[in-house]
């Protein structure tokens, strides 16, 4: 390389190329659409539920990616008390200002160029003013500061987690307060300024520590508890392997959604006096587990790549994947166990809960409360499902140990995001499109179902030729797989009035529900990347 510049620039462009191609993508689709717009002379309305949808989402989800990939948040752990600035940079012969500038001034480029293409290229409503500079400053010091705190190295495991997410949630709390009371672009602009240039020296100083291995240590005042737990080793390789899991990547995901529930759920304050945002921002929050599990994939590749030790390891696959799916449970309860916990206390606090509780009495009304009852366990099991099937997904992906298989499932899953976003919108306001949708459900759910069966089948007959998996442990896992569909099935026929819905769809939709391909793929996945 011939400055750090270009080197710093090169790991950003190798490890995120297709999150950058996106997100070019994506801003070519809003300059497309609003090109043939003013084409056409029509006038721009859109409503706050569209806005959110076409612009609100994605611009945050893209926020949200950026915050990740500039900190290098996907592929460090965010619980330890080591820097998670990636080791390897460190022997790089470059100053400290360089390793810490470059990345830095790339981030709010990036950000920057996020804030301005979106202000000039998207729809925005007829009636809203929308500010010129102090958004993009904003999205620039709430990525300096969790650079700098993400990238200090702490006295005690988890801390980070912490000191970031209070001290990104009071400046969120300040930005919110001014513009409640209305406050001018210059006064915002004041309040901004100061925080990239404090970031850097704080940032600064957490390099310079890391570099030369200073990292504070205060287990020393818990030793008695480290020598309990040092007298209890683990009972067998599985239980070791599970704990390895565990601390490797399981802790990724609720950690990520505990620094970025406080940012969406503090939107509950100022929306408040409207329903429709307020369900809009619950939405999102409900949403947010699933779609950070889809990222996990870019950390477990780490753990299972060709240059791992992942084949010496003393266990049988089916143990290795048997470990995964216990930290991947665990990884999901205690995601959702937060989502669970702030939830509520949002609602308490912010006085949007009248306008829920009012909701929920009329949902019990219309189907009663039994019914009721279940329709919210059902919601929540099945999100709690998607975010365990994104966590499966990466399963597999990670453990092919090829690093584009890990890159190209992000990019589609961001592109899925920006196409399918728009595209719901789309139908819900066509009542054409809604009625083709309705009529042809139940054949666009068959092709699902025939295509989901046939890939199984096929997993099962390659797992049966290789010999990964016994004909007993494949009989049962079908068995297993009957049972919940049959269950699923059940409980929809229950809930669903058959007057909406045929039995036959509601089969459909309990066989595209329970995973079965992407659980099965996991052993092709490990074989294919262990004995090699």
Known sequence: MRSPAAAVAWQFRRRHRWGLIALIGYLFVLAMIKLVILERGQRVELDDESFAFLVAVPLTATLLYFLAMFSFGLSGDLAARQSIYPARMFTLPVTTDAL?????????????????????????????????????????????????????????????VIITVLWLAMIDAVVMVALNYKARELVMLAILVPHVPLAYFVARFAISRARRGDVPDWRRMFTRVGKTAARDPFRSAA??????????????????????????LVLLYPFRQTPELIFEVLLFVLFTPPFMAAFVAARVSDSYSVNSFLGTRPLTDASLIAAKLKAMMWSTLAAWMLVLVATPLALRFSGAAPVVIERAHRLVEVVGMPRAIAIALLVLIALMASTWKQLVQSLYIGMSGREWVVKASVFVGLTLLAVVLPLAVWISRSRHAMAVLW???????????????????????RLHDKRLLSDRTLVIGAVCWDVAVFALYGLLVWIVPL??????????????????????????????????
């Not at 070791?240 to 990724?252: D, I």
């Not at 659980?519 to 074989?527: I, K, Q, S, T």
């Open 100 to 160: 810490v500038g470059w990345p830095m001034l790339y981030g709010s480029v990036a950000m920057a160029i996020l804030w301005f293409g979106t202000r000039l290229l998207a729809l925005w409503p007829s009636d809203v003013d929308v500010p010129v500079i102090w958004p993009a400053l904003l999205a620039a010091s709430l990525l300096a500061w969790t650079q700098a705190l993400t990238w200090m190295p702490y006295p005690m495991p988890g801390l980070r």
């Open 239 to 264: 239980r070791a392997q599970t704990w390895f899991e565990w601390r490797l990547y399981g802790r990724s995901l609720p950690w990520w959604v505990a620094i970025l529930l406080p940012f969406e």
């Open 439 to 461: 009529n042809n459900f139940a054949l666009i759910a068959a092709v699902l179902v025939c295509v989901k069966l046939s890939a199984a089948v096929w997993i099962a007959m």
């Open 499 to 532: 007057v909406l819905i045929g039995n036959h769809v509601l089969a459909l939709v309990a066989i595209l529900e329970v995973p079965l391909a992407r659980l099965a793929a996991a052993p092709l996945a490990l074989a294919w990347n262990r004995h090699r």
